[in-house]
């Protein structure tokens, strides 16, 4: 796509100002009375922030090392990124109501408009990868994937709880994407399910799961964030475990999920017998470049049908994109493996929900 100089102009422009990070509590609190006004203020906010972190993605992928920038899948990325700071920059000053409910939709609009943005740049890296044959210094690559992935997971978190607060009946206890009064508990066991029944589709059975800690306790956080994260951790160990029982007399061993409330952290763990990861590989399992999974673009490369749903974990991305939606909110992700016997998982959540978004 050709775009005129004056919109690359102003795209670098906007690239140099300073972006403004939320936390979670200010969002919880800010969005816990969506009025006409509140929303307006946040619209508002949107309108300046938003070109900000979209213009910054879209200089750094002209940039890439390798040749990356070339590739035709990342070049249909900065496509994307760059039609969505230009329908920003268009939309007028937001004055009233009216306003806000225009440029609610155009945001809405360009959250759609990047859902495949992850198993695209996938297939960019694919594309190198297939024409590239030294592993040692895709550090450089490796590193922006993490600046790129984390930005999105703002931005469209963003765009997400400002749309979720018009919701005029929203579910008990939510705030937008946050539930004030979540229980880790309960995610967990949903995750778990749902892990579970991939497994079962794959394998044909599947180990079982035991889940320890106070179903009663609760904390606010975004849902859909932990459950993702504690479905790619369950589903890996599920995976381990059943690859490693295969042709096995004996009974696959339980997957073991503990949850902790600290003061300052809810720490889950995901413990299993899956025969665990050499010590060399463990630096790669949180690398974009190692991924021996398919990706689900591939097999519908005439870009026309990019529109295929997506499963997150199709494609190796799992666990490096599970540790930056930890990180998004102040928490984090460490693996500790014993090979020859198995891998503990610790996710750990921030209670506070006071850290700063990290603004790459």
């Given amino acids: 796509m050709i775009f005129p100089k004056s919109l690359i102009e102003d795209l670098h422009k906007w690239g140099c100002m300073k972006q403004t990070g939320v936390s979670l509590r200010y969002m919880m609190e800010f969005g816990s009375t969506p009025t006409e006004k509140n929303l ?4 508002q906010f949107l309108h300046k922030e938003l070109p900000i972190r979209v213009a910054r993605r ?3 992928l ?19 990124y760059l039609e ?8 007028p000053e937001i004055k009233d109501t009216a306003d806000e409910k225009d440029f609610t939709q155009m945001i ?5 408009r990047h859902n495949n943005v992850v198993p695209m740049m996938a297939l960019g890296v694919n594309q190198l990868k297939k024409g590239v044959h030294f ?71 599947a180990p079982e799961i035991n889940i320890y800690g106070d179903p009663s306790f609760t904390f606010p956080y975004v849902p859909t964030h932990l459950h993702l994260m504690v479905y790619e951790l369950v589903k890996n160990s599920l995976r381990a475990v059943q690859e490693r029982y295969v042709d096995s007399d004996r009974v696959a061993p339980p997957v073991r999920i503990i949850v902790a409330d600290g003061i300052e952290d ?17 630096p790669k399992i949180f690398t974009y470049l190692y991924s021996t999974a398919t990706n689900p673009l591939e097999e519908e490369m005439e870009f026309g049908t990019a529109d295929v749903p997506v499963i997150m974990a199709g494609y190796g ?19 500790i493996s014993m090979e020859g016997y198995g891998t503990d998982a610790y996710l750990h959540l921030s209670r506070l929900g006071d850290s700063q978004e990290p603004l790459p």
């Fill in 266 to 282: 809810v720490t889950i763990k995901v413990s299993d017998e899956g025969g665990g990861i050499p010590r060399s590989g463990l």
């Fill in 84 to 91: 969505s700071f230009r329908d920003m920059r268009a939309f």
């Fill in 40 to 43: 307006l203020i946040s619209a």
């Fill in 317 to 335: 991305y799992g666990l490096p994109i599970s540790r930056l939606y930890a990180r998004y909110f102040g928490g984090d992700l460490q693996i």
């Fill in 135 to 205: 592993y040692e210094n895709l550090d450089e690559i490796h590193q922006f994937l993490d600046r790129f992935y984390l930005s999105r997971i703002g931005v469209r978190n963003l765009i997400g709880q400002h749309v979720e607060l018009h919701n005029p009946n929203p579910p008990r206890h939510c705030v937008g994407y946050i539930h004030t009064k979540m229980s880790p508990m309960e995610v967990a066991r949903n995750a778990t399910e749902d892990a579970r029944s991939i497994c079962y589709r794959e394998y044909g059975s």
């Fill in 58 to 60: 879209a200089i750094e």
């Fill in 108 to 112: 809405k609009a360009v959250k759609v």
């Fill in 62 to 80: 002209e940039t890439l090392p390798y040749g990356l920038s070339e590739k035709p899948a990342v070049l249909k990325v900065r496509d994307w």
